[in-house]
């Protein structure tokens, strides 16, 4: 990549751009609205099955942060992969980068939409799924807001790695798919890491949005001590180290051949 700065007024004319696109392509924006929320349901029912302490007030909350978490994969990383493939097959990122936006800007501008989408929401998530569940509102609100807008980067620069491996459009729903199942087994959305043995939690501990998770639930139930938010924080910066590595040195701006 050329260059780390970013103007707001190119960044925002490319996010524009991009959400015309996101409009006008009806099935990818359902998916994006309804499927989080399809998601949430069976959420909630996969945690009905575990003995979780708290009854059914701490079954609403894990169900809610656990929806953050698949609203992050699904609205940011699984839309993007499509968007990023899309525009480079269609040889949008390769006219882009002859213009005067550089790498960041572009990549950053693709993804504002989907990274406005997300935060939408989960706004909507906090608040109405808060009232419908009867569970406490957000106890930390400031550290659950960084803690999606870390996810956010985190997933929209694992979008762009993955897209460098998928092929055309069709093909995204098999690229994300290892992703998905990871995170979503893995990261205590579906299955809390507390009913896992010691060992597999320790792995699971480690995964790309684990310490995401462990920063939403810390910002919505307030619990959690220093020492395990400080991990989680290290993992999640890491990752993003990681991510922004692998961009550079993979992400594709012109069609595979």
Request: hydrophobic share 55%.
């Amino acid at each position: 990549m050329n260059t780390l700065t970013l103007n707001p007024g190119r960044l925002f004319a490319l996010g524009r751009s991009e959400l015309t696109l996101l409009v006008r392509n009806r099935a990818t924006l359902s998916v994006a609205l309804l499927m989080p929320l399809l998601m949430v349901f069976i959420l909630r029912s996969t945690l009905g099955e575990f003995d979780l302490e708290g009854g059914a007030s701490a079954i609403g909350e894990a169900t809610l942060t656990g929806g953050i978490g698949m609203v992050l994969i699904l609205v940011v990383y699984m839309n993007l992969v499509s968007a990023y493939v899309a525009r480079r097959e269609e040889l949008v990122l390769k006219r882009l980068r002859t213009g005067e936006a550089n790498d960041l800007e572009i990549l950053a501008g693709g993804a504002l939409p989907a990274a406005v989408l997300a935060l939408l929401q989960v706004i909507v998530l906090a608040v109405a799924g808060a009232t419908a569940l009867d569970v406490r509102v957000p106890q930390n609100p400031l550290l659950l807001v960084a803690a999606v807008l870390a996810g956010t980067v985190l997933l929209a620069g694992m979008a762009a790695v993955t897209s460098a491996f998928t092929r055309n459009v069709e093909s995204a729903g098999i690229t994300t798919l290892p992703l998905f199942l990871v995170t979503s087994m893995g990261s205590g959305l579906f299955v809390p890491l507390e009913t896992l043995p010691e060992k597999a939690a320790s792995v699971c501990e480690l995964l790309p949005l684990t310490g995401v998770m462990t920063l939403v639930r810390a910002g919505w139930l307030g619990t959690g001590g220093a020492e395990d938010l400080a991990t989680a924080a290290v993992v999640t910066l890491a990752w993003m180290m990681i991510t922004v590595f692998a961009v550079r040195k993979w992400f594709r701006w012109e069609p595979r051949r």
